[in-house]
C-alpha cells in the first residue's frame, strides 16, 4: 500500500533538460507529460516543467504555470496545453482546448506569449498585458483582452490589434468577429466578463 501510494503521488524530475516553469495546482488534480514519454504523471507544488512538456487539468480542476515572475498561466478544468520557450525568452503555448488566463502585467521586458488555438489562430501578447482565451472542439475560440495589447491572426491570414477591454470570437468559417465585453461588479473582489 505504501508502495503504490508513493508511485501514485511521485514526480519526476529531469537532469537531461533545463526547467523552463513551474506549476502549482489550486484545486484538484493536474497532470504533465514529457515530450518524449507517453505516460501522464500528476505534478506536486512547484514541479519544474520542460521545454515542450504536456500539462491537463481534470474536472474541477485550477493549475498556475509561472515561467518567471513576470509570466504567469492560469489554467481552469478539462484544459490541456503544451509549453515552450525561445530563446529570446518568448513564451509559447499550444492550446489543445479549454480556459486560460494569461497575465505579463509585471513584465516590462520585450519577450511576448504566443498562443496557437486549436482552430489555427495565433495570438501574440505583448509584454504588460493580460488576456483570457477559450478553445475547444465544440465551440468557437474567443479572446478577451483585460489589460495591454494583443494581435490576434487566424488562419486564413487575416488580423486584429486589440487593447484592453476588447473581444474577439473566431467564428465556424474562420473569420474574426469584433465582440463588445461589459464588465459588471458583483464585488469588490469579483468582477464578471460578459460577452454580447
Known amino acids: 500500500l505504501y508502495l503504490f501510494f508513493y508511485d501514485l503521488n511521485s514526480s519526476s524530475i ?3 533538460k533545463t526547467m523552463i516553469a513551474t506549476v502549482n495546482y ?25 521545454n515542450n512538456d504536456t500539462i491537463r487539468t481534470a474536472d474541477g480542476a485550477i493549475a ?8 504567469r498561466i492560469e489554467i481552469t478544468d478539462n484544459t490541456m496545453l503544451q509549453i515552450s520557450l525561445d530563446k529570446d525568452g518568448s513564451v509559447n503555448v ?6 486560460i ?10 519577450s511576448s506569449v ?15 498585458s493580460k488576456l483570457s482565451a477559450v478553445s475547444g472542439e465544440d465551440i468557437s475560440s474567443s479572446i478577451i483582452v483585460q489589460a495591454g ?3 490576434v491572426a487566424n488562419a486564413i491570414g487575416e488580423s486584429q490589434t486589440l487593447t484592453g477591454g476588447e473581444s474577439v470570437s473566431i467564428e465556424e468559417n474562420g473569420k474574426l468577429q469584433k465582440k463588445k465585453v ?6 469588490k473582489n469579483l468582477k464578471v466578463f460578459k460577452i454580447d
Open 94 to 99: 499550444a492550446v489543445g482546448g479549454g480556459n
Open 64 to 71: 498556475l504555470i509561472e515561467f518567471n515572475e513576470y509570466t
Open 14 to 16: 529531469r537532469t537531461d
Open 149 to 151: 495589447n494583443a494581435i
Open 101 to 110: 488566463t494569461v497575465d505579463t502585467t509585471a513584465s516590462s521586458n520585450k
Open 182 to 187: 461589459t464588465v459588471t461588479s458583483v464585488s
Open 114 to 128: 504566443n498562443l496557437s488555438m486549436q482552430d489555427g489562430s495565433v495570438v501574440r501578447l505583448d509584454a504588460g
Open 26 to 50: 489550486k484545486y484538484k488534480v493536474a497532470q504533465r507529460k514529457f515530450n518524449d514519454r507517453v505516460l501522464w504523471e500528476r505534478v506536486q507544488q512547484n514541479s519544474p516543467l520542460y
